[in-house]
T-cell receptor, first 114, second 115 residues
Framework: AQKVTQAQTEISVVEKEDVTLDCVYE???????LFWYKQPPSGELVFLIR??????QNEISGRYSWNFQKSTSSFNFTITASQVVDSAVYFC???????????FGQGTRLTINP | DAGVIQSPRHEVTEMGQEVTLRCKPI?????LFWYRQTMMRGLELLIY????????DSGMPEDRFSAKMPNASFSTLKIQPSEPRDSAVYFC?????????????FGSGTRLTVV
């Protein structure tokens, strides 16, 4: 069975601080895909990144970076120099090859205070 | 590309009434998914279709829920009769063919309130 755990239910930081959102996943499959989605206060789900299990290279996109470590089954997300607009609920998700369903973690509510 | 279109955006109904949620997937996407989001259970998959055929409906909570996809461009999720515990945000999503390692594109959701 597949499972995604986001242990941090809520995080609150002051603007310009760096913040890391943790994601731990479980699967027996050797080929799988990991995702991060953002859900701003308006409610839609916005795709941020996809990573496949064969690519452990970390990725940076502007202030966002992702650290994928198969050894610890983790796919953590860091926002550098956070901004108020980063306030949202962030979901980590897992999809295994051959399966189509995305399994989501419970989400982390991130609040960036001015 | 208009994205995944859901209607209505908000629905308030009385307990016992029938509710129909609608979804138009992205053209060319042949997989369609219905998710429900609640505070208690988070995002949970209700059902998904490939090429208009229901593949996995194990997440449908009970017989009061039904979903159809009569063609590649339209799907409905129906609740009859509705109950207050059905209050949630219902998301529709679509994706490219099943062999592709893609995520989904989500619609904006329908916020359902059953009073």
């Amino acid at each position: 069975a597949q499972k995604v755990t986001q242990a941090q239910t809520e995080i609150s930081v002051v603007e310009k601080e760096d913040v890391t959102l943790d994601c731990v996943y479980e699967t027996r499959d050797t080929t799988y895909y990991l995702f991060w989605y953002k859900q701003p206060p308006s409610g839609e789900l916005v795709f941020l990144i996809r990573r496949n299990s064969f690519d452990e290279q970390n990725e940076i996109s502007g202030r966002y970076s992702w650290n994928f470590q198969k050894s610890t089954s983790s796919f953590n997300f860091t926002i550098t120099a956070s901004q108020v607009v980063d306030s949202a609920v962030y979901f980590c998700a897992l999809r295994t090859q051959g399966a189509q369903k995305l399994v989501f973690g419970q989400g982390t509510r991130l609040t960036i205070n001015p | 590309d208009a994205g995944v279109i859901q209607s209505p955006r908000h629905e308030v109904t009385e307990m016992g009434q029938e509710v129909t949620l609608r979804c138009k997937p992205i053209s060319g996407h042949n997989s369609l998914f219905w998710y429900r989001q609640t505070m208690m259970r988070g995002l949970e998959l209700l059902i998904y279709f490939n090429n208009n055929v229901p593949i996995d409906d194990s997440g449908m909570p009970e017989d009061r829920f039904s979903a159809k996809m009569p063609n590649a461009s339209f799907s409905t999720l129906k609740i009859q009769p509705s109950e207050p515990r059905d209050s949630a945000v219902y998301f529709c999503a679509s994706s490219l063919p099943r062999t592709a390692p893609y995520g989904y594109t989500f619609g904006s959701g329908t916020r359902l309130t059953v009073v």
